[in-house]
């Protein structure tokens, strides 16, 4: 659930619901356009969504493409939109282009989701039964991303 604004948007598996009011009798009963909605994040004033074939900016219930390039994880925090697909992981910028940062050497690797900390990005995913946890810092200089390194393995099934 993203609160942004006077709006409430949740993901209700692949459909993402908003209203301004949700205590109602209706509930969430208002919706955004499509559907296969795999991820979303809070990005300023607005919401940034993927549905593995594209990432879309969403504003007030009305989303226009932010890219079309295969997205299946997103993530904003510390001024950057981080986005994922499969094992690759990119920066996508306001206007929808997109940096590839790095691509995992393991192909079964998929990108899960992240968290921003006050020093960088925290991304994860999963290979199998194999997780990861990596950390992604930014440079203080010239605030580029730095390429993201092992943070913490997990145990198998974890």
């Not at 559907?35 to 969403?58: E, R």
């Not at 007030?60 to 997205?71: H, I, K, M, V, W």
């Not at 996508?92 to 992240?114: E, R, S, Y």
Request: proline share 4%.
């Amino acid at each position: 659930m993203i609160a942004v604004d006077d709006r409430i948007y949740w993901r209700d598996g692949g459909t993402i619901r908003h209203d301004t009011s949700p205590e109602g009798s209706g509930g969430f009963s208002s919706t955004v356009t499509g559907s296969g909605y795999v991820d979303i994040t809070q990005y300023g004033n607005k919401i940034v969504s993927c549905d593995g074939a594209a990432t879309w900016s969403i504003d007030n219930g009305s989303r226009t493409a932010l890219g079309t390039d295969p997205t299946d994880m997103v993530l904003y925090g510390n001024g950057r939109l981080l986005a994922g697909h499969d094992g690759e992981l990119f920066e996508i910028d306001g206007v929808g282009a997109k940096a590839t940062m790095w691509t995992h050497p393991n192909a079964d690797f998929v990108w899960k989701g992240g968290v921003a900390a006050p020093n960088g990005l925290y991304v994860f995913g999963t290979a199998g039964l194999t997780s990861e946890v990596y950390f992604v810092g930014i440079d203080d200089a010239s605030t580029a991303l730095f390429a993201p390194f092992t943070a913490a393995p997990l145990t198998p099934n974890e």
